[in-house]
C-alpha cells in the first residue's frame, strides 16, 4: 500500500487525480483536505508516497504522523454514510459504493435530477432527497425503461421516446385543472407499434427509484461548502458531463451572503437602538422629538472643592465684558428652574479619549483526559516497592527485597522461568501434567539432583520430549522441523583427511642454479608467507574444533528412535536432550546457546558416556536448565498437538461467545419485561395498601389492665394472712372482682369484633397484584440465573484463552504488568492436581521493563525533548522515572521485578494515575481482578508458611528443610488423630503424602534400650507434587516405562490416584466453601474433540 521511492518522473506524483471521488473521504463532516506537493530540488532524493492520495513527504515522520491521521477510525463514507472507519477503509467503500450507485441509477434521470439539485440551498439531505423524491417519483424522461398499461389490460415493457406537458386549463368557473403529461412508449416485444399513455398509466421498477438510491447518487454527485446557506454545487466532471451551468448566482457566494448578513445584524442592531429610545425622548407641540435630558453625572469631588470651583465660576463671569462669555459668541439663557442645565464652561471641549486596558489572554482550556501519561503533571506519588527473584539485581536492595530462590538465579533467567511456568500450566492438558505452582517449579528447578530426585522436574521433561516425536506404536513421526546434519561433508572431509595422509613421495632436488639477491629474497618471502598461511590454518583449526564431545557421543545412539521408545530411564531422557540440542545447533538462531548448553553437559576434557551425562544433568546450574527447558519448549508451539488444541479452543470459545449472547438477549429481555411488571405493580399498589390503624379512643371510665400487677406474687393480694396460720393464703372472690372480669371478657370480644370488622373492611390483595409480585419475583430469579450463567461462561472464556499470554496493561513508563491467572487456566490450578489445596497458581504480579523502542522513544529521548519536557515539567523523563518509581525500577524487557503483598497492590492502584492512556486502562484491569489477586497472594502466603513451631531460615534453619519437617509433622500429626482400629489406608490431598495408618504402637522401649535414629533425608516442598493426571490417563508417569498390557480392571496406581483425588475433594469442600463455577479446562477438552 506504501512504497518508498525516488522521484523520477512526474507521473510517479498523482497516480490518481485529486479530483477522484476520494476528496469525498469525510473527516468531522468536511471533506479531507490533501497536502501539497512539496517542492523538490534533487531528482534523485529519497520521498515516501501515498499511492491513495498521492501525496509525497521528505522525512519519514511526516509520512508517519500523515499515516497514523489516516489509519484513525474516526472518517466517514460519504455514499453509504457509514462511520467509524480509517481513511482508506471509507475511500474503498466510497469507490465501491460510487460503481454501485452508477450502474443502478437510471441514466436518463441523472441529468434532470441534477439540473434541479444545482443550486439549492436545503440545509439537511434528508429533507433534499425528500423534496426530489416526490418531484420525481411520477415524472418520466425519455431513455427511461418503463412499463406501460394498455387498453387491453397488457402490461408491456418499453422505453420513452418522447414527452410532452400540457399546463392548466383555466374552466368557466375560474378554477384550474391540473397539468399532466403525455408520453410516447416504444414498445419492446412490439418493434414497429408504440404507445401514447399519461401519467396513470406508466410507472417503472420500484426498486430502480427509491430514496436510498437516490440519496447515494446525490451524495456520490454533489458536493457542499460547510457554512450555513451554501448551496449544493454538482462536481465540475459531472457538470461538463451533462451540460450543467456551475455559475453560481451572485447572491448565493459565499461575500455576498456575509456582506448580506453584516447588514441585516446592523439593521437589527440600529432598530433595537430605535425601540429603546422611543420610551425616553419627549415629543414637543409641534411634533418634533426633543433631546433626551440625562442628569448630570454625580461628581467626585469633595463638598469644599465644589464651593471653590462655583466660587470661581463667579468670579470669572462678573469680569467679563459679556458676563463671562466672549463676544461674537452663541450664547444659552438658561432656562428657569430647569435643574438638567448644561455647565457653559464644558461646552466646545473634545472630551478626553477613553482609553481601555488591554484584554488579558485567556488562559489555556484545561487538558480534557485522558491523555499521554507523561504529560499529566506529577502527583509526588512514589510506587511500591519491587522484589527481584534474581542476585543480579538491576538496583542496589536491601535483603529483604529479594526472593528466598534468589541466591543462584540471574536475571536473564527470570523471563524464561515465567515462560515455561506459563506454557506447561496453560498446555497441562495436552502435556498430560498436572498444574503446580511457580513457587514448586523453581524450588524443582533449584533443588532436583542425582541425591535429591524430584519427581516434577523429570516429568516435566519427559512431558514436553514425548510431544517432540510420537511414540513406536504411532509411527516415531517428529513432529517439528530440525536443522539436517551434514553426514555427507563429514564424510568426504574424512576422505580428504584420509588421502592427505598417504605420504607423498618427495620431489627430487633440482639442481641449484646460481643464487642472487633477488632470488634469496623471494624464497625468503615465501617461507614466511607460507609460515603465516600454517598459523592461520593452525588458529583456524582451533577455533573451529568442536568444544564439546556431543558428536563423538552421538556416533551410535539415534536420539530420536530412543525418543519414540520411549526410552527416560537411567539417564535416558538426559541423552535425548544432549542429541535434541546438537543437532538444533546446526540452526543459526540456536547454535551459540545450544553450543554452551553441550559444553556444560559433554565436555571435552571428560569421556562422554550416558551415566555422565546423567551426572552432569543432575548438577547442572539452574540458569542452564531454564535455557534448555526454553529451547524445548518453544518447539512445541510447532507441534500438532498443541496447534489443534488451539484450534479447539478457538472454536470452543466461538461457541461460548455465541452461547453468551444468548443469555444476555434473554436477560435485556426478560429486564424489560420486568420493567413492565413494575410498572404493574406501581398502577396496582395504592389499591393494595393496609390502611393506616385507626387512633384509638382514651378510655375515660373503665379498667386499665396493669401487667406488673398479674405478675405480682399471690402474697401480695389484699387479704391479710393469719400469721399463725401454717397453711396456704386463702383467697376471697368478691362480686366486684367477678363485674370487672366479666367486664374485660366483654371488651375482649368487642375488640375481636372490631379487629374482624376492620379486617373485612380493608381490601385484600388482588389476585391480580399477588400475581404481579410472583411474576416480579420470578422475573428477577431467571435474571440471577443469567448472570450467573454469563458469569461462568465469562469465565471459561477466560480460561480458554490460551494461544498468547494477556497483558494487565502499561505504566506511564511503559512498564508491563502481568498476571499469569488472568487467561488461560483456572485461578488456582486445576481443581484436581495434586497441589490444588495450595489454592493459588503463580500469586504474584509481574512488571517487565520497557522493550528498546519504547525505551528510546519514551523514556531515553534525544537532548532537545529532554529540554522540552524539561521546561514543562522541570524534570527529565529519567530523572521523574527516579523520583516516582523510588528505589527499584526495571529499566529493560530483560528485568522482572514482583508484587506478592496485597498492600502493595492497593498502593499500586493509589499510584496510577487514571488521568494518562496507558493508566487508566492498567487500572481498570487491577480493579476488575483485585480481589482475585488478593486471594491468591494470600493463599501463597499460608502455602509457603513454615508450620507452627518450624524455626525459619532467620532463626538458622534452611526454609525449605524447615518447610518439609513441617509437612512430615503435620501428616505425623494427621495419622495419629485418625488411626483407628484394624490396618487401614488413608490419603491426604492437603500436601499430596500418603500416609498408612496401622495397629496401635507398643510402649516405646526405655531410653537406655532405645536405638539412634537415622537422621531422616532432606525433603522439599515440591517433592508433594505428584502427577495423577499421568497415572489416570496412561497408567504411569511419563518418566517410567509403560507397563505390559493388563486387564481393563482399574489398576492399584489408579484406585490409590482416585482415593486421593476423592480426599482432596472432600478436603477442598471443608476448607474451601465458596467456589467458582466453572465447566473447567477438561470439558472443554472434551468439547474440542480431545
Known amino acids: 500500500m506504501v512504497c518508498r521511492s525516488s522521484l523520477t518522473a512526474p507521473e510517479a506524483v498523482f497516480p490518481i487525480p485529486l479530483t477522484s471521488p476520494l476528496r469525498q473521504v469525510l473527516f468531522k463532516r468536511k471533506p479531507v483536505q490533501f497536502l501539497p506537493v512539496p517542492e523538490i530540488e534533487d531528482e534523485n532524493q529519497e520521498v515516501w508516497h501515498i499511492p491513495q492520495t498521492g501525496e509525497i513527504f521528505l522525512s519519514y515522520e511526516d509520512y508517519l504522523d500523515r499515516m497514523d491521521f489516516y489509519k484513525q477510525k474516526r472518517f466517514i463514507c460519504t455514499i453509504t454514510g457509514h462511520s467509524g472507519l480509517t481513511f482508506f477503509d471509507a475511500l474503498e467503500s466510497e469507490l465501491a459504493g460510487a460503481?454501485?450507485?452508477?450502474?443502478?441509477?437510471?441514466?436518463?434521470?441523472?441529468?434532470?435530477?441534477?439540473?434541479?439539485?444545482?443550486?439549492?440551498?436545503?440545509?439537511?439531505?434528508?429533507?433534499?432527497?425528500?423534496?426530489?423524491?416526490?418531484?420525481?417519483?411520477?415524472?418520466?424522461?425519455?431513455?427511461?425503461?418503463?412499463?406501460?398499461?394498455i387498453?387491453?389490460?397488457?402490461?408491456?415493457?418499453?422505453?420513452?421516446?418522447?414527452?410532452?406537458?400540457?399546463?392548466?386549463?383555466?374552466?368557466?368557473?375560474?378554477?384550474?385543472?391540473?397539468?399532466?403529461?403525455?408520453?410516447?412508449?416504444?414498445?419492446?416485444?412490439?418493434?414497429?407499434?408504440?404507445?401514447?399513455?399519461?401519467?396513470?398509466?406508466?410507472?417503472?421498477?420500484?426498486?430502480?427509484?427509491?430514496?436510498?438510491?437516490?440519496?447515494?447518487?446525490?451524495?456520490?454527485?454533489?458536493?457542499?461548502?460547510?457554512?450555513?446557506?451554501?448551496?449544493?454545487?454538482?462536481?465540475?466532471?459531472?457538470?461538463?458531463?451533462?451540460?450543467?451551468?456551475?455559475?453560481?448566482?451572485?447572491?448565493?457566494?459565499?461575500?455576498?451572503?456575509?456582506?448580506?448578513?453584516?447588514?441585516?445584524?446592523l439593521q437589527k442592531k440600529a432598530s433595537q437602538s430605535d425601540l429603546t429610545q422611543q420610551p425616553s425622548g419627549s415629543i414637543s407641540p409641534t411634533g418634533l422629538r426633543l433631546p433626551e435630558l440625562k442628569p448630570a453625572p454625580k461628581s467626585h469631588k469633595s463638598k469644599a472643592q465644589q464651593a471653590l470651583q462655583a466660587q470661581q465660576h463667579a468670579i470669572k463671569g462678573k469680569n467679563s465684558t459679556f458676563g463671562g462669555h466672549e463676544p461674537g459668541s452663541f450664547v444659552h439663557l438658561p432656562l428657569p428652574g430647569n435643574p438638567f442645565q448644561f455647565p457653559v464652561s464644558l461646552r466646545g471641549q473634545?472630551?478626553?479619549?477613553?482609553?481601555?486596558?488591554?484584554?488579558?489572554?485567556?488562559?489555556?482550556?484545561?487538558?480534557?483526559?485522558?491523555?499521554?501519561?507523561?504529560?499529566?503533571?506529577?502527583?509526588?506519588?512514589?510506587?511500591?516497592?519491587?522484589?527481584?527473584?534474581?542476585?543480579?539485581?538491576?538496583?542496589?536492595?536491601?535483603?529483604?527485597?529479594?526472593?528466598?530462590?534468589?541466591?543462584?538465579?540471574?536475571?536473564?533467567?527470570?523471563?524464561?522461568?515465567?515462560?515455561t511456568w506459563d506454557t506447561l500450566n496453560v498446555y497441562c492438558e495436552i502435556f498430560k501434567l498436572d498444574s503446580f505452582t511457580f513457587d514448586d517449579y523453581v524450588e524443582a528447578m533449584l533443588v532436583a539432583s542425582a541425591d535429591t530426585p524430584v519427581q516434577l522436574f523429570d516429568e516435566i521433561h519427559c512431558a514436553v520430549l514425548k510431544i517432540l516425536v510420537t511414540s513406536e506404536a504411532e509411527g516415531g513421526k517428529v513432529q517439528i522441523q530440525l536443522p539436517e546434519l551434514e553426514e555427507e561433508e563429514e564424510e568426504a572431509e574424512d576422505e580428504v583427511e584420509e588421502e592427505s595422509m598417504v605420504p607423498t613421495p618427495e620431489p627430487e632436488p633440482q639442481p641449484s642454479g646460481r643464487a642472487t639477491r633477488r632470488s634469496l629474497a623471494k624464497a625468503e618471502a615465501e617461507r614466511l608467507a607460507a609460515e603465516a598461511a600454517a598459523a592461520e590454518k593452525e588458529m583456524q583449526q582451533t577455533e573451529e574444533a568442536p568444544k564439546h564431545r556431543a558428536e563423538e557421543l552421538l556416533r551410535s545412539y539415534d536420539w530420536i528412535e530412543h525418543l519414540a521408545k520411549r526410552?527416560?530411564?537411567?539417564?535416558?531422557?538426559?541423552?535425548?536432550?544432549?542429541?535434541?540440542?546438537?543437532?538444533?545447533?546446526?540452526?543459526?538462531?540456536?547454535?551459540?546457546?545450544?553450543?554452551?548448553?553441550?559444553?556444560?553437559?559433554?565436555?571435552?576434557?571428560?569421556?562422554?558416556?550416558?551415566?555422565?551425562?546423567?551426572?552432569?544433568?543432575?548438577?547442572?546450574?539452574?540458569?542452564?536448565?531454564?535455557?534448555?527447558?526454553?529451547?524445548?519448549?518453544?518447539?512445541?508451539?510447532?507441534?500438532?498437538?498443541?496447534?489443534?488444541?488451539?484450534?479447539?479452543?478457538?472454536?470452543?470459545?466461538?461457541?461460548?461467545?455465541?452461547?453468551?449472547?444468548?443469555?444476555?438477549?434473554?436477560?435485556?429481555?426478560?429486564?424489560?419485561?420486568?420493567?413492565?411488571?413494575?410498572?404493574?405493580?406501581?398502577?396496582?399498589?395504592?389499591?393494595n395498601l393496609p390502611p393506616s390503624p385507626p387512633m384509638e379512643p382514651v378510655k375515660t371510665n373503665g379498667d386499665v389492665k396493669m401487667s406488673d400487677v398479674e405478675d405480682l406474687p399471690a402474697n401480695t393480694s389484699d387479704e391479710v394472712q393469719d400469721s399463725d396460720d401454717d397453711g396456704p393464703p386463702r383467697k376471697l372472690r368478691r362480686a366486684t372482682d367477678r363485674a370487672a372480669e366479666r367486664k374485660r371478657k366483654a371488651e375482649k370480644e368487642q375488640e375481636r369484633k372490631e379487629k374482624a370488622e376492620a379486617a373485612g373492611?380493608?381490601?385484600?390483595?388482588?389476585?391480580?397484584?399477588?400475581?404481579?409480585?410472583?411474576?416480579i419475583q420470578k422475573k428477577e430469579d431467571e435474571i440471577a440465573e443469567c448472570e450467573r450463567e454469563i458469569a461462568v461462561i465469562d469465565n471459561d472464556l477466560r480460561e480458554a484463552d490460551c494461544p498468547r499470554t494477556r497483558v494487565l496493561g502499561k505504566d506511564r513508563f511503559w512498564n508491563r504488568y502481568y498476571w499469569f491467572e488472568r487467561n488461560g487456566m483456572p485461578y488456582g490450578g486445576l481443581p484436581d492436581s495434586s497441589t490444588a489445596s495450595a489454592g493459588y497458581a503463580n500469586g504474584c504480579i509481574w512488571v517487565q521493563g520497557p522493550d528498546e523502542l519504547e525505551r528510546v522513544g519514551y523514556i531515553d529521548m534525544i537532548p532537545e525533548y529532554q529540554d522540552e519536557y524539561k521546561a514543562k515539567f522541570d524534570m527529565t523523563v529519567p530523572e521523574r522515572k527516579k523520583l516516582e518509581e523510588g528505589a527499584t525500577s526495571v529499566f529493560n524487557a530483560c528485568q522482572w521485578g514482583y508484587y506478592d503483598d496485597p498492600a502493595s497492590v492497593d498502593a499500586l492502584l493509589g499510584w496510577l494515575d487514571p488521568r494518562g492512556f496507558n493508566e487508566?486502562?492498567?487500572?481498570?484491569?487491577?480493579?476488575?481482578?483485585?480481589?482475585?489477586?488478593?486471594?491468591?497472594?494470600?493463599?501463597?502466603?499460608?502455602?509457603?508458611?513454615?508450620?507452627?513451631?518450624?524455626?525459619?531460615?532467620?532463626?538458622?534453619?534452611?526454609?525449605?528443610?524447615?518447610?518439609?519437617?513441617?509437612?512430615?509433622?503435620?501428616?505425623?500429626?494427621?495419622?495419629?488423630?485418625?488411626?483407628?482400629?484394624?490396618?487401614?489406608?488413608?490419603?491426604?490431598?492437603?500436601?499430596?503424602?500418603?500416609?498408612?495408618?496401622?495397629?496401635?504402637?507398643?510402649?516405646?522401649?526405655?531410653?537406655?534400650?532405645?536405638?539412634?535414629?537415622?537422621?531422616?533425608?532432606?525433603?522439599?516442598?515440591?517433592?508433594?507434587?505428584?502427577?495423577?493426571?499421568?497415572?489416570?490417563?496412561?497408567?504411569?508417569?511419563?518418566?517410567?516405562?509403560?507397563?505390559?498390557?493388563?486387564?481393563?480392571?482399574?489398576?492399584?496406581?489408579?484406585?490409590?490416584?482416585?482415593?486421593?483425588?476423592?480426599?482432596?475433594?472432600?478436603?477442598?469442600?471443608?476448607?474451601?466453601?465458596?467456589?467458582?463455577?466453572?465447566?473447567?479446562?477438561?470439558?472443554?477438552?472434551?468439547?474440542?474433540?480431545?
Open 761 to 775: 373492611k380493608v381490601p385484600k390483595q388482588s389476585k391480580q397484584f399477588q400475581r404481579v409480585l410472583r411474576d
Open 350 to 419: 473634545v472630551p478626553p479619549p477613553i482609553v481601555k486596558p488591554p484584554e488579558p489572554t485567556p488562559p489555556p482550556p484545561p487538558p480534557k483526559y485522558p491523555i499521554e501519561d507523561l504529560q499529566v503533571e506529577p502527583r509526588g506519588l512514589v510506587r511500591p516497592q519491587l522484589r527481584y527473584m534474581c542476585t543480579d539485581t538491576p538496583v542496589d536492595v536491601a535483603p529483604d527485597a529479594k526472593s528466598p530462590f534468589s541466591e543462584k538465579i540471574l536475571m536473564k533467567s527470570v523471563g524464561p522461568l515465567l515462560e
Open 99 to 149: 460503481v454501485e450507485v452508477e450502474q443502478a441509477f437510471p441514466e436518463a434521470l441523472k441529468g434532470p435530477i441534477l439540473r434541479r439539485v444545482q443550486f439549492q440551498t436545503v440545509s439537511r439531505i434528508d429533507t433534499l432527497v425528500d423534496q426530489i423524491y416526490d418531484e420525481f417519483k411520477n415524472d418520466y424522461y425519455p431513455g427511461e425503461a418503463v412499463t406501460v398499461h
Open 151 to 265: 387498453l387491453g389490460g397488457e402490461r408491456l415493457q418499453g422505453v420513452v421516446r418522447d414527452k410532452t406537458r400540457f399546463g392548466s386549463k383555466v374552466l368557466p368557473d375560474g378554477t384550474l385543472t391540473p397539468p399532466f403529461s403525455r408520453y410516447f412508449v416504444s414498445l419492446d416485444e412490439r418493434p414497429d407499434e408504440e404507445a401514447v399513455v399519461d401519467d396513470s398509466h406508466i410507472f417503472r421498477d420500484r426498486k430502480v427509484f427509491t430514496k436510498a438510491v437516490l440519496r447515494s447518487f446525490i451524495k456520490k454527485t454533489v458536493t457542499r461548502e460547510a457554512w450555513n446557506g451554501a448551496p449544493w454545487l454538482v462536481k465540475q466532471d459531472v457538470a461538463e458531463k451533462y451540460h450543467i451551468d456551475t455559475r453560481i448566482p451572485p447572491h448565493l457566494r459565499y461575500d455576498n451572503k456575509l456582506l448580506e448578513r453584516k447588514q441585516m445584524q
Open 567 to 687: 526410552d527416560f530411564k537411567e539417564g535416558g531422557w538426559e541423552m535425548i536432550m544432549v542429541g535434541l540440542l546438537h543437532q538444533l545447533s546446526k540452526n543459526e538462531r540456536l547454535k551459540a546457546s545450544c553450543e554452551e548448553l553441550l559444553q556444560q553437559l559433554v565436555p571435552s576434557d571428560i569421556e562422554p558416556s550416558q551415566e555422565t551425562v546423567r551426572q552432569r544433568y543432575s548438577a547442572f546450574d539452574v540458569n542452564y536448565r531454564v535455557q534448555a527447558l526454553q529451547i524445548i519448549c518453544m518447539l512445541t508451539s510447532e507441534t500438532r498437538a498443541i496447534r489443534g488444541y488451539m484450534e479447539d479452543c478457538s472454536e470452543t470459545m466461538t461457541a461460548y461467545r455465541k452461547e453468551k449472547i444468548e443469555w444476555q438477549r434473554k436477560r435485556k429481555q426478560l429486564i424489560e419485561e420486568l420493567k413492565s411488571l413494575n410498572d404493574q405493580r406501581k398502577i396496582l399498589l395504592p389499591d
Open 920 to 1090: 487508566l486502562k492498567l487500572r481498570k484491569e487491577l480493579v476488575n481482578y483485585r480481589d482475585k489477586i488478593v486471594k491468591n497472594m494470600e493463599n501463597r502466603k499460608a502455602y509457603l508458611a513454615p508450620p507452627s513451631g518450624i524455626t525459619t531460615k532467620e532463626n538458622g534453619e534452611d526454609p525449605a528443610t524447615a518447610t518439609s519437617s513441617g509437612a512430615a509433622a503435620a501428616v505425623v500429626a494427621a495419622a495419629s488423630t485418625t488411626t483407628t482400629g484394624g490396618n487401614k489406608r488413608m490419603s491426604t490431598r492437603g500436601r499430596g503424602v500418603t500416609t498408612i495408618a496401622g495397629p496401635p504402637l507398643s510402649a516405646p522401649p526405655p531410653p537406655e534400650l532405645e536405638p539412634k535414629s537415622k537422621p531422616a533425608p532432606v525433603t522439599y516442598r515440591c517433592m508433594n507434587w505428584q502427577n495423577t493426571m499421568a497415572l489416570e490417563d496412561i497408567g504411569h508417569l511419563h518418566s517410567q516405562e509403560p507397563p505390559l498390557a493388563r486387564s481393563r480392571k482399574m489398576t492399584k496406581k489408579k484406585q490409590e490416584a482416585a482415593v486421593v483425588a476423592a480426599a482432596a475433594a472432600a478436603a477442598k469442600e471443608v476448607v474451601e466453601p465458596e467456589m467458582i463455577v466453572t465447566r473447567g479446562k477438561k470439558g472443554r477438552q472434551s468439547a474440542g474433540g480431545r
